[in-house]
């Protein structure tokens, strides 16, 4: 039969449309699998972790990248790794150098034994590692899973980096993430395909080899071959992968971020002064010339300011009213005493051209740079997009009294609710001249719950500062709103992908004040993504330039100096900045979570099972450094003023603790803590050795109370030595009358003193002067340790005592494992090698344990 022309026409254009259709359905098929997407993970604990895995997420598509982010611990129900051809993880340490908590599933994955070394074969990732070198395990967490991915057949696309919190994480954080988005462009076969063809939202115009600007190689990672590296070839083809800088290579660092070469094109000044909530942002970084500060009020030709734009930019004009809730200084405020040291910085500086100020007498400081910072062109991250929305509510009321703690978020390394103990005494341990104020505070848990054991930790959930919370509140001339409630709200249109409410700000309703004193951490130093917020916020021109260099890669070292290392906080960044007004819902999208802080117990409930006690130094910031006023540490300064009228000395404790008159309307927020591991060993016969100078003495204190009652109880007890330090034995002598009671009652066999400040009767004046002043008598724990290097070996190599550390990680905990590895080489005769492997072994078996703190 003959067909019909018609139905065959028809018939090949069916076909056609299906052929097209099809070849239309893979190409999105193939867009999907390879055209910009990765796979983007973070296990976070604190939510730093958390915080640069957004940035990532926020920033690839500039790049024409298409992450798919999701938290760590949803392994298996929203990603399957070895599934993957692309994964950049982000993860913290947390603890003795153990995951997240929100990582542990993953982990356990992981390193099941019944994986094959080819189970994550045709896998590339790479990975950002937190963590602290003032621990012993920097950044194990992270090392370990980098490790155990190569074991299981994956490979490195681009290096891993290890940031350092002891020195600032974006000391590494930040060149990393620059050197990643090209390593991933790379990757994934778009080098030679414009951003704007990859399928992904694109707003940037240039390629991602803008990054490198006047020959100045931003990725300073380790280069990368020109092919993808083979899983079993990885080790050859990339000589040391990682990272890692800690204290000794910061110098280096930060020398390499501030040797970025002036620009050279121009644009207008409109570009820096438009409101960041009508800013559309095009690309991830803009380059500055060296004078970019004419004010709101200054338009004309003269204040056009050379800047070099790296990536182009789309700016929307400024509207002339500033939103409800704009930060201004009150009308008819005045500058109080406080300021006058800005005034007197001032007068010793001088404009340049531009509109910046240079300090005159060759030194810098917070408000004022010096050359070649001042005559720098800068390098600048774009501004954050804005999300938050803030309404308040006049006609309405609250009792914040009723709302949930923190919003009722889930707390971090928490292994209970949040739950009310009562406060029923306060005993300071020092003497009033003591350079530190000790105290012991005594809770009431009869009715949290909470069960512990001696050396278990526990978090408080603290308050912020009164009196800093009003301050903070008057300087953005917002008390008449204080207590009136607000709700946020994601903000219609918000460029930012993913924009949710903060979850530890109680919905609907909150106040400001209830915010700023309970939620928010107003203490942490401002974060350069925050400054940055905070230029578009400022209005007078130094100031303005000032605030750039800070937050810009040129500045790097000026914002560690003068920022980050004195601790400053937003309220001081507010101060030395008069001009700088941002909105508030600004401030509630970079204000970080109000952080928990954890304490050692140092009772035992063999005493009493419904009481805890804990002991603690009030931590105090002198005045100066940028802060006009001295302030102590945000819980321990809490704690202090909430216990004040509880608070007696330990003279004549027991008849004090008769007469004391209790307040029981006190309660203090707090939950147990997960990962407790500092406990006594199982067996009372095994021997122990606690060292722990000052207020690391806490959990000791637990441990012999608890010996003691086993010891009444007929128990057989092992030897117990206890090395403890202070300054002065007259004046911060920690529970002295009650270590000296254990070790005349046997439940301590050696108690072993040092004090470091105190006159040696044994040292002349003239052995003073000749430096051997330390030469017989104990200064340092470290001194008894080595004073008794035979007997510790004995105890430690052959009776299998257990050694506990705990106190400063900074110095005092590295000390002593240094100690402990010139012992092991000087009474055993082992190389420095086998010292330190018999020091991992003790740790892997739980016989060397540390609780230790920054």
């Avoid at 193939?30 to 972790?49: C, N």
């Avoid at 290392?565 to 109000?594: G, K, V």
Wanted: hydrophobic content about 30%; proline content about 7%; charged content about 25%.
């Amino acid at each position: 039969m003959r067909s019909d022309p018609l139905q065959c026409q028809c018939h090949d254009s069916l076909t056609v449309i299906l052929t097209c259709f099809c070849r239309i359905s893979d190409l999105d098929n193939m867009t999907k699998g390879s055209q910009g997407r990765f796979l983007l993970l973070y296990g976070s604990q604190t939510g730093q972790a958390k915080a640069i895995a957004e940035e990532i997420f926020e920033t690839s598509p500039n790049h024409g990248l298409d992450p798919e982010m999701h938290c760590i611990s949803v392994t298996d129900k929203k990603f399957s790794i070895e599934k993957e051809k692309c994964v950049v993880i982000i993860v913290s340490t947390t603890g003795d150098g153990e995951p997240p908590d929100t990582a542990t599933k993953f982990w356990r994955r992981i390193k099941k034994k019944t994986l094959t070394s080819d189970y994550l074969a045709g896998v590339y990732f790479t990975l950002l590692g937190l963590g602290d070198s003032n621990y012993t395990n920097f950044c194990r967490n992270g090392k370990n899973f980098n490790q155990r991915l190569e074991e299981l057949g994956a490979g490195h696309f681009y290096p891993p980096g290890f940031a350092d919190d002891a020195t600032g994480l974006e000391i590494v954080a930040e060149p990393w993430i620059e050197g990643l988005y090209p390593a991933l462009r790379k990757h994934l076969g778009l080098d030679g395909v414009s951003e704007s063809q990859t399928g992904c939202p694109v707003s940037a115009t240039n390629s991602t080899s803008d990054l490198c600007q006047g020959g100045e190689v931003r990725n300073d990672i380790g280069a990368s071959s020109d092919e993808p590296l083979n899983p079993l070839e990885r080790h050859t083809k990339v000589g040391s992968p990682f990272l890692d800088v800690q204290s000794s290579s910061v110098d280096t660092r930060m020398e390499h971020l501030s040797s970025v070469p002036n620009s050279a094109s121009a644009t207008s000044d409109d570009a820096e002064e438009c409101s960041s909530d009508q800013r559309r942002v095009n690309h991830d970084q803009t380059t500055l010339g060296p004078s970019t500060n004419p004010g709101l009020e200054d338009r004309s030709a003269s204040s056009v300011s050379k800047v070099s734009v790296t990536n182009h930019l789309e700016v929307s004009p400024e509207p002339n009213d500033m939103p409800s809730t704009s930060l201004r200084r009150p009308e008819g405020s005045k500058r109080g005493e406080k300021d006058r040291p800005l005034g007197d910085v001032e007068q010793a500086s001088s404009a340049t051209e531009g509109g910046a100020v240079t300090q005159t007498d060759g030194s810098a400081s917070l408000r004022m740079s010096i050359p070649p910072l001042s005559e720098s062109g800068l390098t600048l991250p774009v501004a954050p997009p804005p999300f938050l929305d803030v309404e308040f509510h006049t006609d309405q009321t609250l009792r914040t009294d009723d709302l949930p703690v923190q919003g009722g978020a889930p707390m971090p390394s928490a292994a209970s609710p949040v739950t009310m103990a009562t406060l029923v005494s306060a005993t300071r341990l020092t003497r009033a001249d003591a350079v530190k104020t000790a105290l012991d505070v005594e809770l009431d848990i009869s009715e949290t719950g909470i069960h512990y054991q001696p050396g278990d930790s526990f978090s408080i959930v603290c308050h912020n500062d009164s009196r800093e919370v009003n301050d903070l509140i008057q300087r953005l001339g917002l008390q008449d709103k204080a207590d009136c409630p607000l709700s946020l709200q994601v903000l219609s249109g918000t460029k930012k992908r993913r924009a949710v409410v903060p979850e530890y700000i109680p919905q609907p309703l909150c106040t400001l004040r209830h915010a700023l004193s309970h939620c928010c951490d107003i203490r942490t130093p401002p974060k350069k993504a925050f400054l940055r917020v905070l230029v578009d916020h400022t209005h007078d021109a130094s100031e303005k330039r000032r605030l750039q260099e800070l937050c810009s890669k040129q500045g790097a070292s000026d914002y560690g100096t003068f920022i980050r290392d004195p601790h400053l906080s937003l309220l001081d960044i507010l101060t030395a900045f008069p001009s700088c007004n941002p909105p508030l819902s600004r401030l509630f999208e970079h204000l970080p979570r109000l952080q928990p802080r954890p304490y050692s117990i140092s009772s035992s409930p063999l005493v009493d099972p419904n009481k805890l006690h804990f002991v603690f130094n009030v931590v105090v910031f002198p005045e100066g450094q940028g802060r006009n006023e001295r302030r102590e540490g945000v819980c321990t300064g809490w704690l202090n003023h909430m216990t004040k009228t509880e608070q007696h000395s330990d003279v004549s404790l027991a008849s004090q603790m008769s007469k004391l008159s209790i307040h029981w309307d006190t309660k203090i927020p707090m939950f147990e803590r997960t990962n407790q591991r500092f406990h006594l060993p199982a067996e009372p016969t095994t021997p122990i050795i606690m060292i722990g100078p000052g207020t690391g003495v806490a959990p000791f204190i637990g441990f012999l109370q608890h010996r003691a009652c086993l010891l009444k109880t007929g128990a057989c007890l092992g030897p117990a030595w206890l090395f403890f330090g202070c300054r002065h034995r007259d004046r911060d002598f920690l529970y002295r009358d009650s270590l000296e009671g254990y070790l005349s009652s046997g439940v301590l066999s050696k108690l072993c003193l040092s004090f470091s400040r105190d006159p040696s009767p044994s040292v002349t004046d003239e052995s003073c002067k000749m430096g051997n002043a330390t030469s017989d008598t104990p200064r340092y724990v470290q001194d008894n340790l080595r004073r008794y290097a035979a007997e510790l070996c004995q105890l430690i190599l052959e009776d299998k005592a257990v050694v506990y550390v705990c106190g400063d990680a900074k110095n005092m905990a590295k000390n002593v494992t240094t100690t402990f590895s010139d012992i092991f080489m000087q009474e055993t005769g082992r190389t420095a090698y086998e010292a330190a492997c018999l020091l991992a072994t003790l740790r892997e078996e739980k016989r060397y344990v540390e609780d230790v703190w920054t």
